[in-house]
């Protein structure tokens, strides 16, 4: 068994100063790592002026399992592994969408991908996770796909605004009262963008 940190990195960077913590407190006790899941998500602006959100979920067992499907399953082979990609507009409009699992606990699960193509009309916003369940949860739907549209979402966020930002930027010089008007429409959305923060 092991006590150890999984988040420990020697080689974190903080702008915060050489007092800042850049790891979780010591376990309160000794425990044993036994599921590692990965999420990767990575936004793609397209030279058609569309823009690509693609992601990858991995979970791992520490240890071997007898499976129906697949036999043994060691720790070095994945449990579950999918990707997605979908395509939008710069109004968050999916225009494409598609999804593989390359590893799953069952025989059936590829099945799962047949339905993300339901995705495509649909916007990112509000109700978000609502709508995508509606479209591809349920008995036809893979939990694990339906799971990776959350980090889809924020990522889709984070391009598009990165890069209209960066756009603007290279167009003109921005003061801080246009970056202040740029963010109103942030206001109390976290501690970064809080009214009462001087």
């Given at each position: 068994?092991?006590?150890?940190?999984?988040?420990?990195?020697s080689t974190i960077t903080t702008p915060y100063g050489i007092n800042h913590s850049t790891e979780l407190?010591?376990?309160?006790?000794?425990?044993?790592?036994?599921?590692?899941?990965q999420i990767?998500?990575?936004?793609?602006?397209?030279?058609?002026?569309?823009?690509?959100?693609?992601?990858?979920l991995t979970d791992h067992k520490t240890y071997s399992f007898p499976s129906d499907f697949r036999g043994e399953v060691t720790p070095d082979l994945p449990?579950?592994?999918m990707i997605v990609r979908i395509t939008i507009?710069?109004?968050?409009?999916?225009?494409?969408?598609?999804a593989i699992t390359v590893t799953g606990p069952y025989v059936v699960c590829p099945k799962a991908n047949d339905v993300f193509t339901k995705l495509v009309g649909l916007k990112i916003g509000p109700g978000w996770r609502r709508k995508v369940q509606a479209a591809i949860g349920g008995r036809h739907g893979c939990t694990h796909?339906?799971?990776?549209?959350?980090?889809?979402?924020?990522?889709?966020?984070?391009?598009?605004?990165?890069?209209?930002?960066?756009?603007?930027?290279?167009?003109?010089?921005f003061s801080d009262a246009?970056?202040?008007?740029?963010?109103?429409?942030?206001?109390?959305?976290?501690?970064?963008?809080?009214d009462d923060l001087g």
């Open positions: 068994m092991s006590s150890g940190n999984p988040h420990k990195n407190s010591p376990p309160a006790v000794e425990r044993e790592l036994a599921h590692k899941r990767t998500s990575n936004g793609y602006v397209r030279i058609d002026g569309l823009f690509d959100i693609e992601a990858e449990v579950h592994h507009t710069k109004e968050r409009m999916i225009t494409a969408a598609e796909i339906t799971e990776l549209l959350g980090p889809v979402a924020t990522t889709a966020y984070q391009t598009l605004y990165g890069h209209e930002a960066r756009e603007r930027r290279q167009k003109t010089h246009d970056k202040q008007s740029e963010r109103s429409h942030l206001r109390n959305s976290c501690v970064g963008y809080a």
